[in-house]
């Protein structure tokens, strides 16, 4: 019998906040679902999908009273920063900066807390050559770096739960290009395959100490 280390209990009810990534219907929130349903089939743990194409970390604030308060969960997940940092490139007017980005995460999770509600923030994917350009994908790789540092750091702070997505998808690359050049997490540089999907899945679960 192995010892009973995952967070999630019965009655639980699980927001993913975030963006197009969270909002894919075949996507690592539907793996997370199933995965904890057919090994922990005595909890009655409820999953709502609240990512939304697009959103940024700013978005997400916006619209934390409806599609995540309103559903009135025991455990949010954050995944923003993508969109943040890629409007940079797509459009500059839209883009959101660090100290925007800091700002908007803060005031989730002091709105969460007081709410009751415990929180785990994700680092963020990573962008894949095939995005736009290779020079504009590298560009925006760099960006994310101190976003996903102070993120790691906050994290620690307030003893938030840490779901390594950034660490995760830079060690797989890195491990499945040495490999084979072609090896890919995304199905054009930002969007996932299915590749992708479990492995953002599988870090999930990990961080919320899942064990099958």
């Not at 997490?185 to 930002?190: I, K, N, P, R, Y």
């Amino acid at each position: 019998m192995h010892p009973d280390t995952f967070l999630l209990r019965d009655g639980d009810r699980v927001v993913f906040a975030g963006d197009s990534i969270t909002a894919d219907p075949v996507g690592y929130t539907k793996l997370v679902s199933d995965l904890v349903h057919a090994a922990y089939p005595d909890r009655d743990i409820i999953f709502i999908n609240a990512g939304a194409g697009g959103s940024r970390s700013v978005d997400l604030q916006a619209r934390l009273e409806t599609d995540v308060l309103g559903k009135q969960p025991t455990w949010v997940t954050i995944s923003a920063g993508v969109n943040d940092v890629a409007r940079f490139v797509t459009n500059p007017a839209e883009a959101v900066t660090l100290k925007e980005f800091q700002s908007a995460i803060t005031d989730m999770v002091s709105r969460l807390q007081t709410a009751g509600v415990q929180v785990g923030l994700l680092t963020t994917t990573v962008f894949e050559h095939t995005w736009r350009s290779a020079e504009e994908a590298q560009w925006v790789n760099e960006l994310l770096v101190p976003y996903n540092m102070w993120l790691e750091e906050y994290a620690a702070e307030q003893a938030l739960l840490l779901v390594p997505m950034w660490q995760a998808f830079n060690e797989a690359l890195a491990e499945g290009r040495a490999r084979d050049p072609n090896f890919s997490l995304t199905a054009d540089g930002v969007h996932l395959n299915d590749v992708g999907r479990s492995l953002m899945a599988l870090t999930w679960l990990r961080a919320f100490g899942f064990v099958w």
